[in-house]
């Protein structure tokens, strides 16, 4: 079974330029997840989505950066505009939220973003 | 002060040796305590999962939970060279469970 795919799996981009981040979850998934994760910050938590709707982006940094998920199977993350201190492996994850507990959520290869 | 605090090492013991990993917490609210191992260059991967207090074995991995200490611990016995990864412990709230806080996570080498 495939698992969370995630593209690019590598971005390197120069200050100022736009960097579009894919995600497709794993089929049947409705909550889908975007982390950022750094050497300093450790693993952080920008934004989620429960059927297609954005629940919590109290972890989106800024302005430049926006999430969106036009369907199920399908979700974007957009800096713009990318700046070097951007530069993380961003992941997603998804899982299948059955409403109130937790649930396991599964996480894709990672984006390892560059921006010089 | 980080909700969660973890050692990011690194640590590095012989195969064989019986490994600690620990985290300290400071928010009272969280219930669901989770260890995701992940290796070099790949996602995380949930590893253990306890909800409250008590402890929870899967073959060599232990995991323990002390709510009155806020202090969690994974223990893996008989360490094996492919048990070389980062481990991080993460938790969640009742309320809003869906959104995990992570700790730093530790980096664990298993010498052959």
């Known amino acids: 079974d495939a698992g969370v795919i995630q593209s690019p799996r590598h971005e390197v981009t120069e200050m100022g330029q736009e960097v579009t981040l894919r995600c497709k979850p794993i089929?049947?998934?409705?909550?889908l997840f975007w982390y950022r994760q750094t050497m300093m910050r450790g693993l952080e938590l920008l934004i989620y989505f429960n059927n297609n709707v954005p629940i919590d982006d109290s972890g989106m940094p800024e302005d430049r950066f926006s999430a969106k998920m036009p369907n199920a199977s399908f979700s974007t993350l957009k800096i713009q505009p990318s700046e070097p201190r951007d530069s993380a492996v961003y992941f997603c994850?998804?899982?299948?939220?059955?409403?109130?507990?937790?649930?396991?959520?599964?996480f894709g290869p990672g984006t390892r973003l560059t921006v010089l | 002060q980080k909700e969660v605090e973890q050692d990011p090492g690194p640590l590095s013991v012989p195969e064989g040796a019986i490994v600690s990993l620990n985290c300290t917490y400071s928010n009272s609210a969280f219930q669901y305590f989770m260890w995701y191992r992940q290796y070099s260059r790949k996602g995380p991967e949930l590893l253990m999962y306890t909800y409250s207090s008590g402890n929870k074995e899967d073959g060599r991995f232990t995991a323990q939970v002390d709510k009155s200490s806020k202090y969690i611990s994974l223990f893996i016995r008989d360490s094996q060279p492919s048990d070389s990864a980062t481990y991080l412990c993460?938790?969640?709230?009742?309320?809003?469970?869906?959104?995990?806080?992570f700790g730093q996570g530790t980096r664990l080498t298993i010498n052959p």
């Open positions: 994850a998804s899982s299948l939220w059955t409403g109130g507990s937790y649930n396991e959520q599964f």
């Open positions: 089929s049947g998934h409705n909550s």
């Open positions: 993460a938790m969640g709230r009742i309320q809003g469970a869906q959104k995990l806080v």
